[in-house]
């Protein structure tokens, strides 16, 4: 947060003031900042307090960090309650009570889950599932020395059972309880205790039955979070595809989204506050898998994604994770989460913090492409092996320059989580290696593939090297036919017709990211409805020879609608001539920017296909 004590509002409008004594406004911060009757803590010191002289005057710039979990929370008048304020927006809240009882038990406690539970014992927990969880470590630590010992032991050495040397009091574990217990005991103890996975959304079905899958505390199996973490790790992780590959001889089954779901999971059940309000919940989305947990973080947002500063809210949960491979320790969960979904040149995931109606925290893990599909593709069909040696952030700022044209600092700050300083120093050595091309300074600075047309696609590479103008006779055939052997398009006879990829409306699907929607290159493979509604727009060229300007054009916008039609396809469709057709209307349309190529270096390609550019679109709305 930062103040400025120099401008003054009147009437709606600033105006300068300025500071006419900084010394003593200084001194004012500084005593009131270190008298304990004012304010709990001084979070301030010498670099966080800077004079600026501006417009002839001065001005003071007071930057507030975030409090420490041990200091929070900040409070005024010797007393936390009715005095502490959260910063939230530009505005500063009163904290509820209960909020500062809940901040002051973090503050004192390292770990929520160590307290030994009166009137608990081995009884109240489920023994099944502590029987799979030993398993498990059997299987992935054969030699490991707790399978040697009864189950007692076993518990005090993953600390689900702990004796206070002190008092001599002894007994089950917070953790224990959460880890293997039965869900109405642990709601005994935590009264708002509760999980619960969604997957498929679907607003046709009424309220209870709206979820395509749901795992919440029905009673129908433990509750407990061993058991949540087994069940919706497999729902999360089944349907994923794990290529072939070998480690050591042996085929692995894990992909670096399993270790980004797996940690995921594992940090929303051991940085859960279960003594607060909200549930813990995992909702499965088609592009997006989110992740909320009760409580805030205890470090700030970006140290977690930096990593390396652990402090973890249930340490002893986190430890029993680890020993079965799921939770990373030393502060590199988050990092880990992160670092996978690069592999796959993804969204980065997003971390947010609420406090309203209840402190929580929400992870989400995307899954859309960061950039268009067939970008990177592309760069590494055409860059061959240097495009490996150019990094991930290196990849990322030519496939943005590639999608979008240009590339600058902004925007990569807005698509990736590295510093700015690491931004900077990728786009310059871009330059330097003759990459891309910069037009302005600094950080202002805008920058474009400096071989563009290079990466552009072509007609011979999309459709085959002996592609030839079409002469089928598709429109007066039988539209339910779906013949492959029409010559509307030629492609290469190497290519199989199974090698191609269509949609469902039976057209073409690029892997070029220039080509945003599918191209028809064959009217005998597209869909019986798609034909009958091409027919029918052209319908009226067909039946006469002679039509006004304005009307062809407003049928060639028509059936150029959401995808490229080839020069050939559109003439046949039209009953016109091709090079009558692109000299008299084609060439025109593309210069003024109602139609847009599909191959924008070789124009008159009679392969060229076309496109109802977005701007006409918009007009004809």
């Not at 496939?399 to 902004?410: F, P, Q, Y």
């Not at 700015?420 to 805008?446: E, F, P």
Request: contains cysteine; neutral net charge.
């Amino acid at each position: 947060m930062e103040s400025s004590c120099w401008a003054l509002k009147k009437n709606g409008q600033f105006s300068i003031s300025g500071l006419t004594d900084t010394d003593k406004v200084l001194k004012e911060i500084a005593t009131g900042a270190n008298n304990p009757s004012v304010v709990s803590a001084n979070l301030l010191n010498d670099q966080l307090i800077e004079v600026i002289e501006l417009l002839g005057g001065s001005i003071i710039k007071v930057t507030i960090p975030e409090a420490p979990r041990k200091q929070r929370p900040i409070y005024l008048k010797n007393t936390p309650f009715n005095h502490s304020y959260r910063r939230f927006n530009d505005s500063d809240q009163l904290m509820s009570d209960e909020d500062v009882k809940r901040a002051l038990a973090e503050q004192v406690n390292e770990t929520r889950d160590n307290e030994i539970l009166v009137g608990y014992g081995i009884d109240d927990l489920n023994l099944d599932s502590l029987k799979r969880y030993r398993q498990l470590i059997a299987v992935r630590t054969p030699q490991h020395p707790f399978n040697e010992v009864d189950d007692l032991s076993f518990l005090e050495r993953i600390g689900a059972w702990r004796k206070d040397r002190e008092t001599g009091q002894q007994g089950l574990t917070l953790a224990g309880l959460l880890m293997f217990g039965q869900d109405y005991l642990i709601r005994e103890k935590l009264p708002n205790y509760q999980l619960d996975y969604r997957d498929g959304f679907d607003p046709k079905y009424d309220s209870e039955t709206r979820w395509i899958d749901r795992v919440t505390l029905d009673g129908t199996w433990s509750g407990n979070l061993f058991d949540f973490y087994q069940i919706i790790y497999r729902k999360l992780t089944t349907d994923l595809k794990v290529p072939f590959e070998l480690e050591k001889g042996v085929r692995k089954d894990s992909t670096p989204l399993h270790d980004a779901i797996r940690e995921s999971l594992c940090n929303v059940l051991v940085h859960a506050d279960y003594s607060g309000r909200t549930s813990v919940l995992i909702e499965k989305k088609p592009d997006m898998i989110l992740f909320r947990n009760p409580g805030l973080m205890r470090i700030p947002v970006e140290t977690a994604i930096r990593g390396g500063e652990p402090d973890c809210r249930n340490r002893i949960l986190h430890q029993m994770f680890f020993y079965i491979g799921a939770g990373e320790r030393s502060g590199t969960g988050i990092p880990t989460v992160f670092k996978s979904v690069k592999h796959y040149h993804w969204k980065a995931p997003s971390i947010e913090e609420y406090f309203d109606p209840s402190e929580r925290t929400e992870l989400k893990l995307w899954m859309t492409d960061l950039l268009p599909k067939g970008t990177m593709e592309l760069l590494a069909r055409h860059l061959g092996k240097d495009f490996a040696s150019l990094g991930y952030l290196g990849q990322i700022a030519l496939g943005i320059a590639l999608s979008e044209k240009t590339v600058s600092h902004d925007r990569l700050t807005a698509l990736c989580t590295e510093h700015a300083s690491d931004i900077s120093k990728t786009l310059n050595k871009l330059v330097d290696q003759g990459y891309l091309i910069r037009t302005g300074q600094s950080r202002g600075a805008s920058y474009h593939l400096t071989m563009l047309d290079d990466f552009l696609p072509k007609p011979d590479e999309f459709f085959g090297s002996n592609t030839r103008s079409s002469s089928s006779n598709t429109l007066s055939s039988d539209p339910n036919t779906r013949s492959s052997s029409s010559n509307t398009l030629s492609s290469d006879p190497n290519t199989r017709s199974s090698d191609i990829q269509r949609d469902h409306l039976g057209r073409r699907i690029s892997d070029y990211t220039m080509h945003r929607c599918p191209i028809i290159d064959n009217l005998s493979e597209v869909d019986k409805s798609l034909l009958e509604r091409l027919k029918t727009s052209a319908k009226q060229a067909i039946e006469k020879a002679k039509l006004p300007c304005a009307e062809l054009e407003k049928i060639i916008f028509e059936i150029c609608q959401e995808h490229y039609v080839p020069l050939s396809v559109l003439a046949e469709l039209l009953n016109r001539n091709p090079d009558s057709l692109r000299k008299q209307y084609l060439t025109r349309l593309v210069k003024s920017g109602q139609l847009e190529l599909a191959f924008p270096t070789e124009r008159n390609s009679p392969n060229q296909a076309y496109l109802t550019s977005n701007q006409k679109i918009t007009t004809n709305d």
